[in-house]
C-alpha cells in the first residue's frame, strides 16, 4: 500500500519561529510537493522538487525554502512563521504526470 | 496559477441520487484528474482521464472530457452518505510538466 506520511497532524507556533514540516514517501517517487489549502482558495503549490536537491518554486514560494537531501524526504521550512501562514499544508508525491499521492495534511496555525 | 474551475461550488442531494459536477480549464492538457477530500484530510486520487479520451468510468464514477470546450465532468451514481466530501479536479498541462493545477473544490453533501 503506497504511503506519504507527515511529521505532525497538528502543529502550533509562535510569529518567528522556524517551523519544519517533514513529508515521507515509500514510493521510490521522484516528483514530491507542497500545497498549502485555504478556504475558498483551494490547493496552490508552494514548492515542487523532481530529483535529489533539486526543486522549483511553484505559485507562492514567498515565506518557504525546502530541502530534499533524500528521495523519499521532502522537507517545508518557514524560516519565520507569520500568521498568515496559517494553514494547511499538504504534500504529495508523484511519478511523471500520473495520479499524485497525498499525505493527510499538517495543521499549521502561528500565533 | 489557477486553472480548473468546479462548478456548482456546492451541491446537496439525496442518497441514491446522482451527482454530476463540471470542472473548465483554461489551457491545454495531458490529462485530468479529479479527487475527493474528506473533511480536513489529504486528497484521494478518483480517476484520470487523458486529452485523447472521452470518457472513462470506475465503479459509481464515470468522467467524461470534451477538450473542444476545455471541460469535463464527474457524474457520481447512486450516491451515498460516504460520498459526502469535497471534490477537485486537476489538470496535468500539456508539455510533460509534472505539475497539476488545482481547482478550487466543490462540496458535495449527501443526505441520508
Known amino acids: 500500500d503506497v504511503k506519504v506520511t507527515q511529521s505532525s497532524r497538528y502543529l502550533v507556533k509562535r510569529t518567528g519561529e522556524k517551523v519544519f514540516l517533514e513529508c515521507v514517501q515509500d514510493m521510490d517517487h521522484e516528483n514530491m510537493f507542497w500545497y498549502r489549502q485555504d478556504p475558498g482558495l483551494g490547493l496552490r503549490l508552494i514548492y515542487f522538487s523532481y530529483d535529489v536537491k533539486m526543486k522549483e518554486k511553484g505559485d507562492i514560494p514567498e515565506g518557504y525554502s525546502v530541502s530534499r537531501e533524500k528521495k523519499e524526504r521532502f522537507s517545508l521550512i518557514l524560516e519565520s512563521a507569520s500568521t498568515n501562514q496559517t494553514s494547511m499544508y499538504l504534500c504529495?508525491?508523484?511519478?511523471?504526470?500520473?495520479?499524485?499521492?497525498f499525505g493527510p495534511g499538517t495543521r499549521l496555525t502561528v500565533t | 496559477s489557477q486553472q480548473g474551475e468546479e462548478d456548482p461550488q456546492a451541491l446537496s442531494i439525496q442518497e441514491g441520487e446522482n451527482a454530476t459536477m463540471n470542472c473548465s480549464y483554461k489551457t491545454s492538457i495531458n490529462n485530468l484528474q479529479w479527487y475527493r477530500q474528506n473533511s480536513g484530510r489529504g486528497l484521494v486520487h478518483l480517476i484520470l482521464i487523458r486529452s485523447n479520451e472521452r470518457e472513462k468510468h470506475s465503479g459509481r464514477l464515470r468522467v467524461t472530457l470534451d477538450t473542444s470546450k476545455k471541460s469535463s465532468s464527474l457524474l457520481i451514481t447512486a450516491s451515498r452518505a460516504a460520498d459526502t466530501a469535497s471534490y477537485f479536479c486537476?489538470?496535468?498541462?500539456?508539455?510533460?510538466?509534472?505539475?497539476?493545477?488545482f481547482g478550487k473544490g466543490m462540496k458535495l453533501t449527501v443526505n441520508p
Open positions: 504529495a508525491s508523484t511519478l511523471g504526470q500520473s495520479e499524485q499521492y
Open positions: 486537476a489538470t496535468a498541462a500539456q508539455g510533460g510538466s509534472e505539475k497539476l493545477v
